[in-house]
């Protein structure tokens, strides 16, 4: 984003800087950019004139809002002077006394300003207010592109015009003008990257991505490529067939180059969001078991709890019967192979929008979301039955479970502690088998 605000100031000082530049030239009648403004057949010095209010609205937008919105202003105002004295095709307010301070030299254009120029003018003066007061983003970016198709239009048909040919749509649109009105609209729009268009481009996101590199050899891509056509053909006499054959299968070519580029930032992309993806499940994940980690659940635990839509949560905490004796007898190995088989079991044993986890060493907890004492004790009777089933290699391994319902604004650490005491009890009566905790006492309540 600073980048595009700075690329914004850029071209408020580049379009001052210019304007005052041309301005001199017209007054003075020599300079480094006459025979520049020489050559812009149709150009007139009020579109100098417009430019300096235009790069100035630019410039004092954030500093100075009042100011930039008056600067703006006036500059529609022009624009629209010169639009209906075009439709009225006489002087609404005559610039005849602009013409009589310059000097007068050779080639130099006077009188109104060229209709598709003060449309241009208009529209951005409209655009810059609305940029400005932060308002009818719609019309802003309607005018905005008005103005790109018109210099595109412009700038496209220069490319016939620089090889010898006659043809130009827009041609009194000077070519000058119509490259730094483009360059003006990127700057507004730039100059607000979080709004419009331009939210897309500053995106930290793919499309994002596609925008900041394809959109400009996008817009500059027809006036090159008008050019270079034309220019093959009027000096290599080639036949407008040929040329036309030629024309399409660089266009072809440059839209494949683009198609590659855009399969190389989603293929980046993906495999970025991948890598992502695993760095995430590594950090939530217990590498033995493959269920999550104690972290994921104490997170996921305590969202659970304020979140009102998860509706009554249920706790099971689950420990392996007589874990450290089967370890003693038969190794740390096969002790993580009744692990890593429990993390299984546990696995198929709950829903999708359930969670089991490891919470330490040979103890596991599952919450049941959407959930009441009824069905958390049916889960853990079907754990129970599995164990009790399963064709354990060594001898046969058991599961003591201990139940909590949470209760009305019942903090993570007490659902947790009574969950422990029921898991407790069941280890004092005798292993294999389900406790369901008591009720969570509500604060204020009086105790038996």
Known sequence: MKGFVAFSRGVGWTLVVVSLAMLATWVSAKGPLLALVQAQAGSHAQASLALLLAGSALLSGKSAPRTSITLSLVLALIGGIGLLEFVWGRDVISWHWLDGLLPDWPGRPTGRMVPPAALSFTLLGLAGVAVVRGRAVWLREACMILIIWMTMVSSSSYGLVLPGDSVILLRRLPFMTAALLFVLVLGWMASRPTSGLTRIAVANSM???????????????????????????????????????????????????????????????????????????????????????????????????????????????????????????????????????TGRLLGEAVREQDLAARYGGEEFVILLPHSDAQRAEHVGQRILAAFRSHDWPQRAVTMSIGVAVAGQDESPEQLVRRADEALYRSKQEGRDRLTLATACAVPGAPRD
């Open 207 to 341: 499309g994002g991505a596609f925008a900041r590199r394809l959109t400009l050899p996008a817009l500059v891509l027809p006036v090159v490529l008008t050019f270079l056509f034309r220019s093959v053909q009027s000096h290599l006499g080639m036949s407008e067939s040929l040329a036309l054959v030629l024309a399409s299968v660089a266009t072809g070519a440059l839209v494949t180059v683009m198609i590659t580029w855009v399969a190389f930032l989603l293929d980046r992309s993906e495999r970025q969001r991948r890598t992502v993806h695993v760095l995430r499940a590594d950090a939530s994940t217990d590498v033995l078991t493959g269920l999550a980690n104690r972290r994921m659940f104490d997170a996921t635990l305590a969202q659970a709890l304020q979140d009102e839509r998860a509706g009554a949560l249920v706790l099971l905490m689950l420990d392996i019967d007589h874990f450290k004796k089967f370890n003693d007898s038969f190794g740390h190995q096969a002790g993580d192979d009744v692990l890593r088989e």
